[in-house]
């Protein structure tokens, strides 16, 4: 008997989800799920040496190497953006992505690798402003915070070459600037968008040698992350 309960209830259940109409698309919906292809423009400049032990330095200077500057790679990610309209102006947009990049030198270290397979989580919450045109092409601005939180770094081949078996880079607070425009497909919810935000993040990058922290250095990462893809607003 309870067996037979059991099944009926499952059946009843099923039959309500299948009776209940699935979520329409719409231009004016309160909700916006966007598929794109995301590039990841950072600098990766060095701001700052914060601290060098000496006989790293002295090994620098037995090299010739009297201006330290580094430079992170570009890369291209797939991103999953959702976006809520509190009003038909404004909404709330966060982003779920990872992307990798290695750290190369720059200046006297041009050609040498510094640290590899840094994985950044870049967690995103912006505010955004839409302009209504009166048209199915929507423009937007948009501010908020972004925390890059850091996995999986190593030192690189030159780094480790100079002693280096430990590099830490630090996880980073800043801020984010949006732009963008949205165009709707149609009376269904499907539409297209074109995205670009500049961050504004600066994290630390730690080396070190048998335990020991040998340098420590702090980086303009700032990228420009620019996105385009398809969106659903329900």
């Given at each position: 008997?309870?067996?037979v309960?059991?099944?009926?209830a499952?059946?009843?259940?099923?039959?309500?989800?299948?009776?209940?109409?699935?979520?329409?698309?719409?231009?004016?919906?309160?909700?916006?799920?966007?598929l794109?292809?995301?590039?990841?423009?950072?600098d990766?400049?060095?701001?700052?040496?914060?601290?060098?032990?000496?006989?790293?330095?002295?090994?620098?200077?037995?090299?010739?190497?009297?201006?330290v500057?580094a430079?992170a790679?570009?890369?291209?990610?797939?991103?999953?953006?959702v976006?809520?309209?509190?009003?038909?102006?404004?909404?709330?947009?966060?982003?779920?992505?990872?992307?990798?990049?290695h750290?190369?030198?720059?200046a006297?270290?041009a050609?040498?690798?510094?640290?590899?397979?840094?994985?950044?989580?870049?967690?995103?919450?912006t505010?955004?402003?839409?302009?209504?045109?009166?048209?199915?092409?929507?423009?937007?601005l948009?501010?908020?915070?972004?925390?890059?939180?850091?996995f999986?770094?190593?030192?690189?081949?030159t780094a480790?070459?100079?002693?280096v078996?430990?590099?830490?880079?630090?996880?980073?607070?800043?801020?984010?600037?949006?732009?963008?425009i949205d165009?709707?497909?149609?009376?269904?919810?499907y539409?297209?968008?074109?995205?670009?935000?500049?961050y504004?993040?600066?994290?630390?990058a730690?080396?070190?040698?048998?335990?020991?922290?040998v340098?420590?250095?702090r980086?303009?990462?700032?990228?420009?992350?620019?996105?385009?893809?398809?969106?659903?607003?329900?």
């Open positions: 008997m309870r067996k309960t059991v099944l009926a499952a059946l009843a259940t099923g039959a309500a989800a299948l009776a209940t109409p699935a979520l329409a698309g719409s231009p004016d919906g309160k909700v916006q799920v966007k794109l292809a995301t590039g990841v423009l950072p990766g400049g060095i701001d700052a040496v914060r601290s060098i032990d000496p006989a790293l330095a002295g090994t620098l200077a037995g090299m010739g190497v009297t201006d500057d430079k790679n570009d890369n291209v990610v797939p991103t999953v953006a976006e809520y309209f509190v009003t038909k102006a404004f909404s709330v947009e966060t982003i779920c992505c990872f992307t990798q990049h750290v190369n030198g720059a006297d270290l050609g040498t690798r510094l640290v590899d397979h840094v994985l950044i989580l870049p967690a995103t919450i505010a955004k402003f839409h302009l209504d045109t009166g048209g199915p092409l929507k423009p937007y948009g501010a908020g915070p972004a925390l890059f939180v850091v999986d770094e190593k030192p690189g081949s480790r070459a100079l002693g078996d430990r590099v830490k880079m630090s996880n980073s607070l800043g801020v984010a600037l949006q732009g963008g165009l709707a497909l149609g009376t269904k919810g539409g297209l968008s074109l995205d670009a935000k500049k504004f993040i600066e994290p630390t730690t080396f070190y040698a048998d335990g020991a922290k340098l420590k250095t980086h303009d990462l700032n990228p420009w992350v620019v996105s385009a893809g398809l969106s659903y607003r329900f």
